[in-house]
């Protein structure tokens, strides 16, 4: 009620705040790059107009298939005669043909589980001419991998190193029955019959490197035809072979996609080319073949179910079926299957348009035949998605908010939207949905082996459930303001904002937009996805002409002072250009490597001693960057023989640190579970963080059991070995627990063996026995990001020092209260509550004082304006309270000032009163 003009309010703060050192966690630097998709197209020309460079004509030719093109989608394919048409693509054929009465073996009325189907494949190719041998399945989370989170295909297993010749394959040829996972395709599921999130993918691999051929093109396609003709018994007349073009994981080649009834079963990619972000090609030294074979789709073309799902799932379809009282196959089910191929929305131009000439075909109204086939599609997307969900945290992911993490947490969530809308919930509960998780642990067991006890599996789905239920305020403000701004109209590009970005369900944005999820939304936010890669690591020098750096360390590494010759000298460019990196043939010194920081030391050359300020590895050199440039040229040094000494306290903190957080690590996950695993860690000389991945917070409780864990291997004196294997054999011993660091080249892995406590491939320095490090001290923990839970510790002397600065605050406490140290906290806690009254009395005091300060200006008989030096430490009182003098002072035309140390605050009801400027 108070005119504006005449009123003012001037407030100036200057704000300040300490200086505290934070370890920044690392993130990858991003590149926009080509999609498969793109680079496939780029491709495409030249191998359709030189075919006989790029696909198996002679094997084509030897079993009596010639090429044709199709007239629907103008691909050229390869058939028996000329009864096929077409290429033999459910989008050209526009129908399953197989559907309702089977193919091959299925004819004669055979059965086949997916376990079956595997057996029989295996059989086949482990007899072939050139027999392939079995391997077990590789994790679906790629922790061997530094560019994908998932296994999306059976050569991710293999991928780079086997591809480039860096590393052995564990067979060669080799068949595998990998389970793979992707995102892409969850609009597709639950409709068009063959899409999952997460799969099983039949793979061969060949690996053809320069000094050892093993089989190519035309072997692959005859042991292929070999299979499907003689152990799924199928007319070649029902076969095709399509011309194609495959990219994925930095690779690409020619493809021959195969397929029997209007199915694709499995995909021929031979790799020739390695990709650049660009589309640009390179060849490979290493030629391979890669095929992928959908295990779940041969069941079901033999079987003729109308639906892969069914045979997929067996069991558990019939006990959610049943428990959800879901009526089985239905009339409408059993007309729509064969033309359920149609809706992938990848491929429709017009789904809705496809929805209604489907409804025409089968005789019922498109929204008709939606609404009755649509509980079994939500069954079947529960199904889908609650395997995926198991294998990726049996494998050692979670849910979360960041990057893989983010479609894990999708795809769960939409299982708890779907039980919520079909009223499914109440009818299985957690412990139901628990039932179907280990429904899928027994029947995947039957052809991976039994999966172990996952203690804390139920308590991360009840995590999830729980935040679902509860989605975050912040979160939700977000999308009410966007809508509010465009007035209720969401586009695609909305839609993945909130749901990627501010991690709202899809659910959620649906039911406050009352809009319905847009039926591409999972197939554009997985495009998206595909077309931001991590760029490769700027590498500054190149030492591929330089021998490689005789690594001291791992022979003894309390070698502390070491003789070496200068074989090169680098500019720095980083620095001017001057020459002060030097490279030797050997080395005690530590690089920077696996997150700990590198040694420092001394170098005396020609009399002259040098500080080593850096140490770095590139390629298989190790350089060592002076304090400042050499006097002479550089071909005065070369060869010159050098004295280094390597800073020996800080290298025993280090190794103390490094030895600590593989032990923080194993305690980690003997107290929360087997889900804990590695995502990054630093080492310095202050302290030293783990990274684990975790559901939620730490409570103290468990900070302080992880310590005390951790301290009880310490006092066990457990002997630590360090030794060289093969990848294969360390693999075949230790699993893949052994990359906790990442991603590690070659043949050879240096092993680091914490018997009976932890096992990892690691390149560090580490003690000789756990008791070395003497003693623990957990500072603190926190979250990093969703999922994430950084630990934070000291080991050695720093614990120890940590310890003496807590037990002199505990003496100074003592001492200043008078006290005995068990009385400190009963004492703080009387203080406290005690502060808190008076805080409370205090407040009431200065309302007081402020009250009297004002009535004052206003009666003064001759003074219009107050200042008044104001002891409050900050302006809030001000802001509670000036308002109720706001009237008065305007009918007074009188003002009044208060200056604080770091504020100046006050309300004028006469604006002539004070001129702000004088402010400064």
């Known amino acids: 009620g108070i005119n504006a003009e005449y009123m003012g309010f001037y407030f100036t703060r200057r704000f300040s705040r300490p200086n505290r050192f934070r370890m920044k966690q690392e993130e990858a630097k991003m590149v926009k790059c080509l999609s498969a998709k793109e680079m496939k197209a780029l491709a495409k020309p030249e191998f359709e107009k030189n075919f006989q460079l790029y696909y198996p004509v002679k094997t084509f ?7 044709a093109q199709c007239p629907k989608c103008h691909h050229y394919y390869w058939r028996k005669s000329e009864k096929a048409t077409t290429c033999g693509d459910s989008n050209c054929l526009e129908s399953y043909t197989f559907i309702g009465k089977g193919m091959g073996i299925g004819k004669e009325g055979k059965k086949l589980s997916y376990e079956e189907a595997w057996k029989g494949f295996a059989a086949s190719l482990t007899s072939a001419r050139i027999p392939s041998t079995e391997i077990k399945r590789y994790p679906v989370v790629a922790r061997w991998r530094n560019d994908v989170d998932f296994t999306a295909a059976g050569i991710y297993c293999f991928q780079p190193y086997c591809v480039t ?11 595998c029955p990998q389970f793979c996972v992707r995102f892409n395709d969850l609009d597709n599921i639950g409709i068009t019959g063959r899409h999952y999130s997460g799969f099983i993918m039949i793979g061969i691999q060949v690996f053809n490197l320069p000094q050892k051929f093993v089989f190519f093109k035309d072997e692959c396609t005859e042991f292929n035809y070999r299979w499907l003709t003689e152990t799924l018994k199928i007319d070649p007349e029902e076969i095709t072979f399509t011309e194609d073009v495959w990219c994925g994981g930095g690779n690409l080649g020619p493809s021959i996609e195969y397929f029997v009834g209007g199915l694709e ?22 030629k391979v073949i890669d095929v992928g074979i959908g295990l779940e789709r041969i069941a079901w073309i033999v079987n003729g179910t109308p639906s892969s799902y069914v045979d997929t799932f067996a069991e558990a379809y019939d006990y959610l079926r049943t428990t959800l009282g879901i009526p089985d196959h239905n009339d409408v089910w059993e007309k729509f299957g064969p033309y359920s191929c149609q809706l992938n929305v990848d491929d429709s131009e017009d789904i809705g348009k496809t929805w209604e000439q489907i409804s025409q075909k089968i005789g019922m109204e498109p929204e008709k035949v939606k ?49 919520q809308k079909n009223g499914w919930w109440e009818k299985l509960k957690m412990d139901g949905l628990m039932k179907l998780f280990d429904m899928h642990r027994v029947k995947l067991g039957k052809l991976y082996g039994e999966f172990p006890y996952h203690s804390s599996f139920r308590k991360i789905i009840e995590v999830e459930y729980d935040r679902w239920q509860n989605t975050d305020e912040v979160q939700q403000k977000c999308l009410e303001k966007h809508i509010k701004k465009t007035k209720g109209k969401m586009t695609i590009d909305d839609w993945i904002i909130a749901v990627t970005s501010w991690g709202i369900p899809a659910d959620r944005v649906a039911q406050f937009t009352k809009q319905p999820i847009p039926p591409n939304l999972y197939y554009e936010i997985s495009s998206r996805q595909d077309k931001v890669a991590k760029a490769a690591e700027e590498i500054l020098y190149d030492t591929t002409h330089l021998p490689e750096t005789e690594n001291l360390y791992y022979k003894d590494h309390r070698m502390m002072e070491f003789k070496g010759k200068i074989v090169d000298i680098i500019p720095n460019k980083q620095d001017k250009l001057i020459e002060n990196i030097i490279v030797l043939d050997r080395s005690a010194f530590y690089p920077f490597s696996g997150g700990q920081v590198n040694d420092l030391g001394w170098m005396t050359i020609d009399g002259i001693t040098y500080e080593i300020k850096d140490c770095q590895r590139v390629g298989k050199c190790v350089l060592h960057y002076l304090d400042k440039p050499l006097p002479k040229e550089k071909a005065y040094f070369i060869g010159k023989e050098v004295d280094c000494k390597i800073d020996e306290k800080r290298r025993t903190q280090l190794r103390w640190h490094h030895t600590a957080t593989h032990i923080i690590y194993a305690s980690s996950r003997k107290v929360l579970g087997p889900h804990v695993w590695q995502q990054g860690a630093k080492k310095t000389p202050i302290e030293a963080h783990l990274d684990i991945s975790h559901y939620q917070s730490l409570t103290t409780a468990e900070e302080q059991l992880i310590e005390s864990t951790a301290n009880d291997i310490i006092r066990k004196c457990i002997i630590i070995k360090k030794y060289m294997m093969s990848k294969a054999d360390a693999e075949k011993a230790y699993g893949f627990m052994l990359y906790q660091g990442g991603a590690i080249p070659g043949n050879q892995l240096r092993i680091v063996n914490i018997e009976g406590t932890d096992v990892e491939a690691c390149c560090g320095t580490h003690c000789d026995n756990t008791g070395e490090i003497g003693f623990i001290r957990v500072l603190k923990s926190q979250r990093i990001s969703d999922g994430i839970v950084r630990l934070t510790f000291v080991a050695g002397d720093r614990a120890y020092e940590e310890l003496k600065v807590q037990t002199d605050i505990v003496n100074e406490l003592c001492t200043l209260w008078g006290i005995e140290p068990s009385m400190i906290v009963k004492t703080a806690e009387r203080f406290f509550k005690d502060y808190k009254k008076l805080t409370t009395e205090a407040k009431e005091q200065d309302k007081s004082i402020l009250d009297y300060q004002l009535k004052l200006v206003l009666s003064h008989p001759t003074s219009k304006l107050g200042f008044i030096m104001s002891e409050q430490p900050d302006p809030t009182l001000y802001f509670s309270m000036l308002n109720t003098y706001a009237l008065p002072l305007k009918e007074a035309k009188k003002g009044v000032l208060f200056l604080g140390e770091n504020f100046v605050i006050g309300i004028l009801g006469d604006p002539k009163l004070w001129d702000p400027k004088k402010l400064n």
């Open 265 to 286: 079963l499995g995909n021929m990619v031979f790799m020739q080319y390695k990709t650049a972000h660009d589309g640009s090609l390179s060849d490979l030294p290493v």
């Open 165 to 175: 010749g860096e590393m052995d394959a564990p067979a060669n040829p080799l068949i």
């Open 61 to 67: 030719e030897k079993i009596g298939f010639t090429r």
């Open 371 to 419: 609404e009755v086939i649509g509980p079994m599609r939500d069954l079947y997307i529960v199904l889908d998605h609650t395997r995926t969900v198991m294998m990726i945290i049996e494998d050692g992911a979670l849910p979360s908010n960041v990057g893989g993490g983010g479609n894990v947490r999708n795809v769960l969530r939409r299982v708890f939207a779907v039980l």
